[in-house]
């Protein structure tokens, strides 16, 4: 599912990101919101946003996905780079083992494809944590 009302705005921090996410989350169905969600968002060159992509909807604890789906769209649409956002629907925003581990594959996945990972952030309700700022992704 394509999210399209973001389309060529700029993204200047983390906090526009998360920002974005949160209102997204906000909007969905009451039912969904209690859901792991995964996004991605294809940013041009400029970090213009290029498409917001729903590329899995879970479960209470986790969603399933590969780089194959994550990239698949960046790869069409000729994107520079994406961020990566999924939320926690428990609350807590910090990353799991798991998370990280996901994380780092994809970001290999993005050389190899010469997409670039810039960012991966967790959102929830007013709070977020980006791997980013954190220094989780060098």
Avoid: C
């Amino acid at each position: 599912m394509l999210i399209h009302s973001f389309e060529y705005k700029k993204i200047v921090s983390t906090e526009d990101v998360a920002k974005i996410f949160q209102e997204i989350l906000r909007v969905e169905d009451v039912i969904d919101q209690d859901k792991e969600h995964l996004w991605v968002m294809g940013l041009t060159v400029s970090k213009l946003i290029k498409y917001i992509e729903l590329v899995s909807l879970g479960s209470l604890t986790e969603t399933l996905s590969h780089p194959r789906e994550i990239f698949r769209f960046a790869i069409m649409q000729s994107v520079d780079s994406i961020i990566a956002v999924h939320n926690h629907p428990g609350g807590d925003v910090s990353p799991s083992i798991p998370d990280i581990n996901m994380m780092n594959r994809i970001k290999e996945a993005g050389k190899i494809l010469g997409i670039h990972l810039i960012d991966s952030i967790i959102v929830k309700d007013d709070r977020y944590y980006s791997f980013l700022d954190n220094n989780l992704l060098k």
